[in-house]
């Protein structure tokens, strides 16, 4: 059964469906790993992760020596190259470093980006609120005085805004290159043309059922796979040459570039395809858990895939002409391996007398490997589609992409989307890749270039991770940084001479995706800017609630905005219009924090406008960027459930709508009654009821929770709570009730977001034409959240940016 549910999320309408894949119930993980949960989720890692590096063999040397063997020490020096370049950025950088900077157990540049968005203000967008550092997951601390540089770089992420612009860019490159890169891999898979485009297309027809069922189903062959590259690898090693472990000394990488000069820095182009697939490592990180990975890729992958490149070079030692086949070449007849051909040699005279037909001739390992290794190497675009779903997902979240109809394909595991639009775009490119190059060579440099820009960002963001947030030392900082920048520039350099022999495509791509998004926030933040300097002041709201002509409509009216303060431009309009509102009127704002996810009991955020006879609130309900949207019915019911308890607080607090109210700041936690008890008393604010956005929760269930030795809430109920005051709050309460049975009704501000007369060429391109066009052709605001369109009222504004 499908639930459909389409909000607007940041900026980007984005419908969502949750599409039960699963028959059993949604169940949470439990926290601590078990020995047994860690071996499953190990064993998943080698169906969804693995494919795209265990399949790197394929063509590793072939990229290498595209003119072929010029010395046969260029073989143990390329080897060297494999493994070291394996060792520094597989398995130091990523398994290692970069999977301990995850943001809540997710990984990749968006979460990168999310986690330093916690510790310093740097998103384009001003919706930030103080209330938002007490969520429970937010973990937000200031660094401590003598730690100099952490304050430095949270100041110089705060105040200047080319860092924070840049550093924005830089996450929306890593974006756009994933995306190009989902389109590259499955394209790499095979290199018999229309056979690869048929099961591109079968690929990403099973996208629907979902990662999870598809992954876990082909975790078998991706083992398989890789016990067989171990297998062949160690026998080409014994047969033809155990001095290709000489590689391991770095002596042959000096002598290498020595010999090859250019040659030999332009190769490092198809060295740099041993550690593709790396970042689907990392940004898939939230499927799994990193002990689950660093298990799976230090006993599985990485013996294996090592062993397959020593037994190709040992190979090749013997045989140099076959390197542009070198992983099928090196594959050996079944009929050369002692114990198979003892055993065939049986079978060759039963089939014969039984069949009248010879064996031996058919016997060989190629054809099955063959077949192994396809399969293999479209379970790796497993991988990389899965994180293009993830990342655009995300990038909704930050206002960086149009509105798209998004599948949660489990509800045991949020993070396993399906977008519709999107695998057919990425269907569509990786088939006009394959057709158009034909070669796996060329198409090989063009995912080089993406994987290399990635870890160029991911090593930049990291260093600031460190810096911001780590507080490591500065010396173990710089050794990281040089190390792995220097190295990594090295490879771009190397893939960048390639630019024009088919590795501009990937670029190409990248740029097209990146003028989508950026146009996409552009107008988002100008938008959003325009109705921040154009809400209606608190005298205007007043004189709007106070004429005589104003009817008042039975029911709920839900007015969705942007705006997590003050009231929106659009309302006065409306009220022009429609002189009439409902008899209670919510100013609905969703609003998604850098965090995974976000507890239902921190969700919700009220406060009351003015005159408490018309009911006017502002709720803001806060999300983490992995979070689902519920759908409409359960979405009223849990904001009506908690606006009940905001009427309780308020009137418990006996607060008036225009008077100053202190909150404690600890409060606004999940775990309030620990701020009750004999702790120090936290830090207060005064906040202004109009300018005050409570924590939803009920007062009554904090008394439940807290101690009985608490005196502060034993003053509390002695002093507040009476008899009078609860039958007024539950006669609130009940009218609130009344409302939402006569029905709910969902108003949307549809604005036109034009240029102003005198903007530049360029402005008035890309608001007029560009995002106008990108509106029109993402998903309308019609379908947001499934409502019935009896029950959804539009009003239509234009705004001039």
């Given at each position: 059964m499908a639930q459909a549910t389409t909000v607007d999320r940041s900026g980007s309408r984005e419908e969502i469906v949750i599409l039960d894949v699963e028959s059993e119930e949604a169940s949470v993980p439990p926290a601590i790993d078990s020995c047994a949960r860690t071996l499953r989720l190990a064993f998943q890692c080698v169906g969804i992760l693995y494919g795209d590096i265990g399949t790197s063999p394929l063509f590793v040397y072939s990229s290498t020596f595209r003119d072929g063997v010029g010395h046969p020490d260029d073989l143990l020096g390329a080897l060297s190259l494999v493994i070291y370049s394996f060792v520094l950025f597989t398995v130091i950088k990523y398994v290692y470093i970069a999977l301990r900077a995850n943001d809540d157990g997710d990984g990749g540049t968006f979460a990168l980006y999310t986690l330093i968005s916690r510790h310093a203000k740097v998103s384009l967008i001003p919706n930030q609120q103080a209330e938002d550092e007490f969520v429970s997951k937010y973990n937000r601390g200031k660094p401590p005085a003598t730690l100099r540089r952490a304050q430095w770089m949270k100041e110089l992420l705060e105040t200047n805004k080319t860092v924070k612009i840049s550093l924005f860019l830089l996450t929306m490159l890593a974006t756009a290159m994933v995306i190009s890169d989902a389109i590259l891999t499955p394209a790499?898979?095979?290199?018999?043309?229309?056979?690869?485009?048929?099961?591109?297309?079968?690929?990403?027809?099973?996208?629907?059922?979902?990662?999870?069922?598809?992954?876990?189903?082909?975790?078998?062959?991706?083992?398989?796979?890789?016990?067989?590259?171990?297998?062949?690898?160690?026998?080409?090693?014994?047969?033809?040459?155990?001095?290709?472990?000489?590689?391991?000394?770095?002596?042959?990488?000096?002598?290498?570039?020595?010999?090859?000069?250019?040659?030999?820095?332009?190769?490092?182009?198809?060295?740099?395809?041993?550690?593709?697939?790396?970042?689907?490592?990392?940004?898939?990180?939230?499927?799994?858990?990193?002990?689950?990975?660093?298990?799976?890729?230090?006993?599985?992958?990485?013996?294996?895939?090592?062993?397959?490149?020593?037994?190709?070079?040992?190979?090749?030692?013997?045989?140099?002409?076959?390197?542009?086949?070198?992983?099928?070449?090196?594959?050996?007849?079944?009929?050369?391996?002692?114990?198979?051909?003892?055993?065939?040699?049986?079978?060759?005279?039963?089939?014969?007398?039984?069949?009248?037909?010879?064996?031996?001739?058919?016997?060989?390992?190629?054809?099955?490997?063959?077949?192994?290794?396809?399969?293999?190497?479209?379970?790796?675009?497993?991988?990389m589609i899965s994180c293009a779903f993830a990342t655009i997902s995300h990038s909704q979240t930050l206002g960086c992409f149009p509105r798209v109809k998004i599948l949660h394909t489990s509800r045991q595991y949020s993070g396993q989307l399906y977008i519709p639009e999107v695998n057919y775009l990425l269907c569509l490119g990786a088939c006009l890749v394959t057709i158009g190059f034909k070669t796996t060579v060329i198409i090989g440099e063009a995912h080089g270039i993406c994987v290399v820009l990635v870890m160029i960002?991911?090593?930049?963001?990291?260093?600031?991770?460190?810096?911001?947030?780590?507080?490591?030392?500065?010396?173990?900082?710089?050794?990281?940084?040089?190390?792995?920048?220097?190295?990594?520039?090295?490879?771009?350099?190397?893939?960048?001479?390639?630019?024009?022999?088919?590795?501009?495509?990937?670029?190409?791509?990248?740029?097209?995706?990146?003028?989508?998004?950026?146009?996409?926030?552009?107008?988002?933040?100008?938008?959003?800017?325009?109705?921040?300097?154009?809400?209606?002041?608190?005298?205007?709201?007043?004189?709007?609630?106070?004429?005589?002509?104003?009817?008042?409509?039975?029911?709920?009216?839900?007015?969705?905005?942007?705006?997590?303060q003050g009231i929106p431009p659009v309302f006065p309009h409306l009220i022009e219009k429609i002189p009439s509102i409902h008899s209670v009127l919510i100013f609905v704002s969703m609003k998604h924090l850098p965090v995974p996810y976000v507890d239902l009991s921190e969700r919700f955020l009220f406060r009351q406008v003015d005159r408490e006879d018309y009911k006017v609130f502002q709720c803001v309900a806060r999300?983490?960027?992995?979070?689902?949207?519920?759908?409409?019915?359960?979405?009223?019911?849990?904001?009506?459930?908690?606006?009940?308890?905001?009427?309780?607080?308020?009137?418990?607090?006996?607060?008036?709508?225009?008077?100053?109210?202190?909150?404690?700041?600890?409060?606004?936690?999940?775990?309030?009654?620990?701020?009750?008890?004999?702790?120090?008393?936290?830090?207060?604010?005064?906040?202004?009821?109009?300018?005050?956005?409570?924590?939803?929760?009920?007062?009554?269930?904090h008394i439940r929770q807290a101690s009985g030795k608490n005196k502060l809430f034993t003053q509390f109920q002695g002093e507040k709570m009476n008899i009078v005051e609860m039958m007024k709050i539950q006669k609130e309460q009940q009218a609130i009730l009344e409302e939402m049975n006569k029905g709910v009704v969902y108003i949307f501000g549809e604005s036109e977001v034009v240029a102003r007369p005198h903007s530049s060429l360029l402005k008035k391109i890309v608001v007029n034409y560009l995002y106008s066009f990108l509106r029109k052709n993402s998903r309308n605001g019609e379908k947001i959240m499934s409502i019935p369109r009896r029950q959804v009222l539009k009003v239509g504004i234009s705004y001039e940016i």
């Open positions: 790499i898979s095979d290199e018999i043309v229309w056979i690869t485009v048929g099961i591109l297309v079968a690929l990403f027809a099973i996208q629907r059922f979902g990662t999870d069922k598809v992954g876990y189903l082909f975790a078998p062959v991706i083992l398989l796979w890789l016990l067989l590259i171990g297998g062949v690898g160690v026998y080409n090693l014994i047969k033809y040459d155990t001095g290709a472990l000489r590689a391991f000394n770095l002596k042959y990488i000096i002598d290498y570039f020595r010999r090859n000069k250019k040659k030999g820095w332009v190769s490092l182009g198809g060295i740099l395809l041993c550690f593709t697939g790396t970042e689907a490592l990392f940004s898939d990180l939230g499927y799994f858990s990193i002990r689950s990975i660093q298990l799976s890729f230090g006993f599985g992958l990485v013996p294996s895939v090592l062993l397959a490149y020593i037994g190709q070079a040992a190979y090749l030692r013997v045989h140099p002409e076959d390197v542009a086949n070198t992983f099928y070449r090196s594959t050996p007849s079944m009929l050369k391996i002692p114990v198979i051909s003892h055993i065939l040699s049986h079978l060759y005279y039963v089939h014969l007398n039984f069949f009248n037909r010879p064996l031996l001739d058919a016997v060989s390992l190629f054809w099955p490997t063959f077949i192994l290794a396809l399969a293999a190497s479209i379970i790796g675009s497993q991988a960002i991911t090593t930049l963001l990291l260093t600031i991770v460190m810096l911001l947030i780590w507080k490591i030392s500065i010396w173990w900082i710089a050794v990281f940084f040089v190390v792995f920048m220097s190295s990594e520039l090295i490879y771009l350099s190397a893939i960048l001479y390639r630019f024009a022999h088919g590795a501009y495509v990937p670029v190409a791509m990248s740029a097209f995706l990146m003028v989508v998004m950026i146009v996409w926030h552009y107008v988002h933040v100008k938008k959003y800017n325009f109705e921040l300097e154009h809400t209606v002041p608190r005298d205007k709201v007043k004189g709007l609630l106070g004429r005589r002509d104003i009817q008042r409509v039975p029911g709920i009216g839900l007015f969705y905005t942007e705006l997590v999300y983490g960027y992995r979070d689902p949207f519920e759908e409409a019915k359960d979405f009223v019911d849990k904001l009506v459930e908690h606006l009940q308890y905001y009427i309780r607080d308020v009137n418990l607090y006996g607060v008036a709508s225009d008077e100053p109210m202190l909150i404690q700041s600890s409060s606004y936690r999940s775990s309030l009654a620990e701020s009750f008890g004999s702790r120090d008393k936290p830090s207060v604010k005064a906040v202004y009821a109009e300018e005050m956005l409570t924590p939803a929760e009920s007062f009554s269930e």
